[in-house]
């Protein structure tokens, strides 16, 4: 909250204004210049700092910035200060190292290298050389070591000089010192380049490209530092066109009201370079108005207190990226985990440790329902009333960006959903920021006439004024570069686009959403953008070239209900094949991830709707009914052609409905660990893990079987076509068990049952029903072959003609062959558990009959 002690009579409310005295010019203001930075909100600047980059397969990726203490560069004395575990270092550990300095130009060499005492280049065009690599290790809790250059050895520019390093470390950080033969900054252009060998591998290249030979030595880490000048500070910069003052106050100015005031750009713009501001800083603006003043959270906050609090200067370079070699996972081949941070895990330092849970289930992508500060502390985010601000009772900015660094080190991207239908429509500064408003509504930033109205208040953003869609795309831009995430979701574009559900028009809406998809798809086109507008509309997935909303993807309106109804209705007469097939063969402007498709999601499961098992069977949802059907909807998502999306908790059970203060259960994933354990195989054969269903993720379906009367479906799913990627899907949506049942099938021969939802490893009380099938050339279902499969009630079970090899177990080399050097680690192991194969913990004639059985190449 507004809290800070030296406002004198500040009495103004946060969010209120108040008539001033008749003399409403601020007095006491020295300064009056504009900011000369970039960037609306508050932006921490300097000319000085060190980028931190990683090397990774065949890649260098820049994991940061780092400000270096440079209070002593006039005696030519600048320190820096490295995290060891940015930099994947820890106590024990021996680096090799070499430290240059160089000029600011990307053909300039090493001017001067700490590893040699002669010169290392004869001249700013030719390359320079390493010697040999220096050394340093972390021993004990703390420690340092000084190399020296004595002689003066640079052909030009003293400041460039070395004359020794200190390298010194304690048990968190790895600390470098470097003294030059000149005040720093004498030349504009100093730079120092940091060449670090902490492990097997790397690169003879540095990510500057500077000509530099390291002779020879490989690098995993390379610190790139630019000193131009001694310039620090932070800028800050805010729209507010009808403002006749805008004052600042903060924690750099001990909140005292006029002494800081910001200057008018001309514009509507208000800015100021304030170089006794830091990072953490808490601050607000006060802007005057008509003889009001407005106490406002900056719109472009970076980071709040709370959503009634202050603004706080995030530091952008805050956090070092770990991961670097993280590869999005195509559309096509994405299974979406929809969470909720609160009730999912309390808050995003608790969910990260829910990772290697997500990983082990499969999904390779997570949706954050909204993460925008909201007023109170518990909500479902669509109250967002900070858009620039992460919700502060999740964590700070900084874990954000750890959870999604640790999610893509598992191979998991993630999304987020944002709001730009509606904002608050409680504890907005943005409401009347600048006082200025029409018809009592909201001023600068939203409609002040109908348009305004939405099902959640009167807060619908002007999408006509070209700065709230500079706002609005700066917005999913922000969100996209500095968390580094992999998409958006965007609510209620309908609500954009038109006034209402079948209301009028907005034409103004349409093209900003076209707008926000053009510079998103400029900026990264493979991040992935989905539209929740519930229309079934081509045209939001069609390109803007082909007069489209642009969007990739949109959540499937055709898709839902008719599911939620086939697998929820009691009587098996009302569950159409047809409809089935229409869920199926459905598709957007002819691609398969132009659509999302599910059985739960936020939606779904509140707003007077509950969990899907909790429907079928209410107060008993994890009875056979609920387990059966439930698992059967999931098993249409996951083998039809879409974008499939979980909401979190369904792969256990989760019962009741979604509510913001109810924790899922997760003591359901031990109750329930049969179901989890077939969502799991579900989602491995979706994503083709085994190799052996590559067509679930293909782009072709025949649905050739449909039994209306005895309630079954048969499709084929397949992309290139050919064994491991040829599927074939078999349903049973009736209570009735079928024997000896005929479908078509693409190609003669074994088909293995590769997935079977009736199998007692699920549930104890499941039957096991189904197995292969043989592929005879009996014409059926307009295919050549065909086969008789018995199907159990409720059930699903896919086939393919390529199975998953049987392990090799006695080739205890790991050469890929059993042979006689198998068998000799067997007898060595005589009569002790080391080369047991069979499992009764002793190695003895029985293992010595199963490696004869496997003799020769393993399959």
Known sequence: MFQKPTIFSLAIAVCCSQTLAADTSPRGNTRSVPSTHLGYGAIPYSNSGCQVWN?????????????????????????????????????????????????????????????????????????????????????????????????????????????????????????????????????????????????????????????????????????????????????????????????????????????????????????????????????????????????????????????????????????????????????????????????????LTQAITKLDYLEELGINAIELMPIWEFASDSSWGYNGAHPFALESSYGTPNELKEFVDEAHARGIAVLIDVLYNHWGPTDMSLWKYDGWSENDLGGIYFYNDWRAETPWGDTRPDYGRDEVREYIRDNALYWLKEYR???????????????????????????????????????????????????????????????GAGFDSQWDVNWIHPIRYLIETPNDSDRSMWTVYNLVMAMYNGDQTDRIIYTESHDEVANGNSRVPEEISPGDAGNWFARKRSTLGVALVLTSSGIPMLFQGQEFLEDGYFHDDDPIDWIKTTTYSGILQLYTDLISLRLNKDGISGGLSGGSTNMHHINDNGKVVAYHRFGEGGVGDDVVVAMNFSINEKQTYRIGLPRGGQWYMIFNSDSTEYADDYDDIGADVFASSFGYDGMTYSGLIDIAPYSVQIFSQADVAEPCVADLSGDGFVTV???????????????????????????????????????
């Open 55 to 347: 090397y990774a397969l065949t890649n260098w990726s820049e994991a940061g910035i780092v400000r270096p203490d440079i209070s002593n560069a006039a005696s030519g004395t600048v320190k820096w200060t490295f995290s060891l575990t940015t930099l994947g270092m820890s106590i024990g550990e021996t680096i090799r190292f070499d430290i240059a300095t160089s000029g600011d130009a990307a053909s300039n060499p090493g001017i001067d290298h700490i590893s040699r005492s002669d010169q290392s280049t004869d001249g700013w065009e030719s390359p320079s050389a390493s010697g040999d690599f220096l050394e340093y290790t972390l021993s004990g809790g703390s420690g340092s070591q000084t190399y020296t250059d004595s002689i003066g050895d640079v052909f030009d520019y003293p400041s460039l000089d070395l004359k020794w390093v200190i390298v010194g470390h304690d048990a968190q950080n790895l600390y470098i010192t470097i003294n030059v033969d000149d005040d720093v900054f004498t030349t504009g252009f100093a730079n120092f380049l940091f060449f670090l060998d902490t492990k097997i591998g790397g690169s003879t290249t540095n990510p500057w490209g500077r000509p530099i030979d390291l002779g020879g030595e490989e690098i995993d880490l390379f610190l790139g530092s630019y000193l131009l000048d001694a310039d620090e500070g932070v800028s800050f910069r805010t729209w507010a066109p009808n403002a006749s003052y805008v004052a600042i106050i903060g924690d750099f100015n001990n909140w005292s009201m006029w002494s800081t005031m910001l200057s008018d750009e001309g514009n509507g713009d208000w800015s100021l370079d304030i170089p006794e501001a830091s990072i953490g800083d808490e601050y607000r603006y006060v802007i005057i108005n008509s003889g009001a003043q407005y106490s406002r959270i900056d719109a472009r906050s970076y980071q709040v207190t709370d959503s009634s609090g202050n603004s706080v200067v995030h530091n952008p370079n805050g956090y070092f990226w770990q991961t670097s070699d993280y590869v999005r996972p195509a559309w096509n081949e994405t299974v979406i985990y929809e969470m909720h941070i609160g009730t999912f895990a309390g808050g």
């Open 821 to 859: 050097s198998d068998l000799l680690i067997i007898i060595s192991a005589w009569g002790t558990p080391n080369a047991d194969i069979t499992g009764d913990n002793m190695t003895n004639v029985s293992d010595v009959l199963v490696l004869i059985g496997e003799f020769g190449p393993c399959q």
């Open 485 to 547: 995430l992999d998409g958006l979701r965007v609510d209620g574009t309908k609500w954009i686009r038109a006034t209402d559900d079948g209301g009028i028009d907005i034409p103004e809406g349409w093209t900003l959403l076209q707008f926000i998809n053009d510079e998103i798809d400029a900026y990264d086109s493979d991040q992935l953008i989905i539209c929740e507008d519930l229309a079934g509309s081509d045209w939001m997935t069609k390109t803007t070239g082909e007069s």
